[in-house]
């Protein structure tokens, strides 16, 4: 390489674009269920929440590579609602949302009905710093509601 095209590097400078620059953190995802009918896409608030729905479809013990992940509220729903079982609930629920590193369960309250259980949740998008109130319905009949 010659001397000029040494030096040619040197005074050559590239400025980053700026119109590009990302100022945002956006997630995206792809769902088949959609209540707008837009598409599969989901972004952001939208995807965390579906993930968190997927965690909770899943029965503890279907994962094969690890049987302590998922929901055991399935195998609960036809058990007395005694204290122990609601602590367990309780405990289940916030290793589910604090599994998502994206939010942060600040308030969890497990209450039963005549179908089935109910929990209230409040969660933190840890990157937006949004508190949300989530209410979950496990229905004897209807599955997660």
């Keep these: 390489m010659s001397q000029l095209e040494k030096n040619l590097y040197k005074r050559v400078s ?9 100022t945002g ?6 769902s088949t ?14 995807l965390i929440k579906q993930d968190l729905i997927n965690h909770f479809h899943i029965r503890q013990g279907e994962k094969l590579s690890d049987p302590t992940f998922g929901c055991i509220i399935w195998d609960l729903l036809y058990e007395p609602f005694t204290y ?5 609930i309780v405990d ?33 998008y840890l990157p937006y710093s949004i508190a949300e109130e989530l209410k979950f319905k496990f229905d004897q009949k209807n599955g997660l509601a």
Aim: one cysteine or more; aromatic letters at 10%.
């Design 92 to 124: 289940n629920v916030t290793k589910i949302i604090n599994y998502d590193p994206r939010i942060q369960a600040d308030d969890v309250i497990v209450d039963s009905y005549d179908q089935g259980i109910t929990v209230t949740c409040t969660i933190t």
């Design 25 to 30: 953190r956006a997630y995206r995802g792809f």
């Design 14 to 22: 590239v400025s980053p674009n700026k119109a590009t620059a990302s």
């Design 84 to 88: 122990s079982v609601q602590e367990a």
């Design 33 to 46: 269920i959609s209540e707008k009918n837009e598409g599969y896409s989901l972004y952001d608030f939208e």
